[in-house]
């Protein structure tokens, strides 16, 4: 599966911005779908992920109550709606797909997108 990220750009602290990622392929609903970031100079965090079928989704800590991930099976595409975004949210952003196991870890996914980036300024 290809996997195309979009919707990054510049927001001021307590703004919002909604990323996209688009998948290839007709199998997309079989695949458990993640978001990560990565800042310059640090490693890649898991972010959030949503189980295939849509109705299971697990956030890290920092982001719970203001991003939202979800799931157009029908457009083969994954969201992440960031709400009330701070500077620390400063990195770019990956997309990823797993075929079985849906964790936090990067090497539980199989397939990346390009990175999307997003800057927060303060």
């Known amino acids: 599966v290809q996997l195309q990220a979009s919707g990054g750009g510049l927001v001021q602290t307590g703004g919002s911005l909604r990323l996209s990622c688009a998948a290839s392929?007709?199998?997309?609903?079989?695949?458990?779908m993640g978001w990560f970031r990565q800042a310059p100079g640090k490693e890649r965090t898991f972010v959030a992920a949503?189980?295939?079928?849509?109705?299971?989704?697990y956030y890290e800590d920092s982001v719970k109550g203001r991003f939202t991930i979800s799931r157009d099976n029908a457009k083969n595409t994954v969201y992440l709606q960031m709400n009330s975004l701070k500077p620390e949210d400063t990195a770019d952003y990956y997309c990823?797909?797993?075929?079985?196991?849906?964790?936090?870890?990067?090497?539980?996914?199989?397939?990346w997108g390009q990175g999307t980036q997003v800057t927060v300024s303060s």
């Open positions: 392929g007709r199998t997309f609903g079989r695949y458990h």
């Open positions: 990823a797909a797993a075929r079985t196991v849906w964790g936090t870890r990067p090497g539980d996914y199989d397939y």
């Open positions: 949503i189980s295939g079928s849509g109705g299971s989704t």
